[in-house]
């Protein structure tokens, strides 16, 4: 997404209402007026009573809540406007679009922080991490070590006989750990990075560096 991204979200009184208001919007069914307020690029998502309307700036995205706003009303919908929100591509969050972009360093630095705190919380909560650090060793007493000199420095770590893996927040984070352990490695261990499979729809697969020829 951009940095002009704004959504509009809609809660009706049912799923049915939900399903018959979005498939009128979906189809453009609606009156010339409403159709040339929308526009070609008001994009619609519905999760059951909940509508979103997505818009490329603030008084498109005004103008599509009008438009649902009549739509509801002429079918004497029970509808509760949420509210319009802007996308934060720092904080990788929607907010109140009465709440700025960021535009210093230190205002970035907040989103960052905040970002990278609602995703240790979630980790902890789900008890699962968006990337990982996979290190094979060429003996279990050297994985043990490293194993327990990275608990002791407060990573997440996880060890089965020659295998460790410690896990990481972003993908920015779990090369910076995987950097800091390449001179702390022995010579024949092997070091790389991967995506969750279980948290990330699209895993990535990020090689950083291999001195074993066979790691079985």
Known sequence: ?????????????????????????????????????????????????????????????????????ELAAADELTADFVGITRWHPVEQAWKDVSIPLPQTEGELDSELRRKEQTEREEAQEEGSYDWMIKINFPSASSADEIAEALRAEGHPVHRLWRFVTVDALTEEAANDVAES????????????????RADLPNPAFVFVESRLRDPF
Do not use: C, T
Not at 20 to 36: M, P
Not at 181 to 191: G, T
């Open 1 to 69: 997404m951009s940095n002009e991204d704004w959504r509009v979200e809609i809660n009706l009184d049912d799923e049915k209402h939900g399903y018959d208001v979005g498939e009128r919007l979906r189809a453009q069914d609606l009156d010339d007026d409403a159709r040339a307020g929308l526009g070609n690029r008001v994009y619609v998502s519905r999760n059951g009573p909940r509508l979103f309307l997505y818009a490329g700036s603030e008084p498109q995205a005004r103008e599509a809540e009008a438009v649902v706003r």
């Open 181 to 196: 352990l390449k001179q702390r490695l022995p010579e024949d261990a092997e070091i790389w990075i991967e995506a969750n």
